[in-house]
């Protein structure tokens, strides 16, 4: 018989088989490879992380509600709402991006 066939074994060699497995096991625990692949670099490009996009779409929003309340110029409050508007929709979009 080839070496790809299980053999025999006594209940001992099984026993320090399954030892050895969970030994293995604990010193490389599943999902270890996607954490070090991520703490090594990022996944994709810089640009679409989501940190700096949130912010900006929070500033869009806030901006978006002071032009709402400002009583001084009408172009102001004209835009107000579409700039909330895009800050909303911004905000939806890159809460999918990578962190």
């Given at each position: 018989m080839t070496g790809s066939?299980?053999?025999?074994t006594t209940a001992g060699d099984g026993l320090e088989a399954a030892r050895a497995r969970i030994a293995h096991q604990r010193a490389h625990p599943p999902g270890r490879e996607r954490e070090e692949a991520a703490a090594a670099g990022p996944s994709g490009p810089r640009i679409f992380r989501r940190?700096?996009?949130?912010?900006?779409?929070t500033v869009l929003i806030g901006l978006g509600v002071v032009m709402?309340?400002?009583?001084?110029a009408l172009?102001?409050?004209?835009?107000?709402?579409?700039t909330i508007l895009t800050g909303t929709?911004?905000?939806i979009?890159?809460?999918h991006f990578p962190e």
């Amino acid at each position: 018989m080839t070496g790809s066939q299980p053999t025999k074994t006594t209940a001992g060699d099984g026993l320090e088989a399954a030892r050895a497995r969970i030994a293995h096991q604990r010193a490389h625990p599943p999902g270890r490879e996607r954490e070090e692949a991520a703490a090594a670099g990022p996944s994709g490009p810089r640009i679409f992380r989501r940190g700096p996009w949130e912010l900006l779409a929070t500033v869009l929003i806030g901006l978006g509600v002071v032009m709402l309340m400002q009583p001084f110029a009408l172009a102001l409050f004209t835009y107000s709402f579409v700039t909330i508007l895009t800050g909303t929709v911004m905000f939806i979009i890159v809460s999918h991006f990578p962190e």
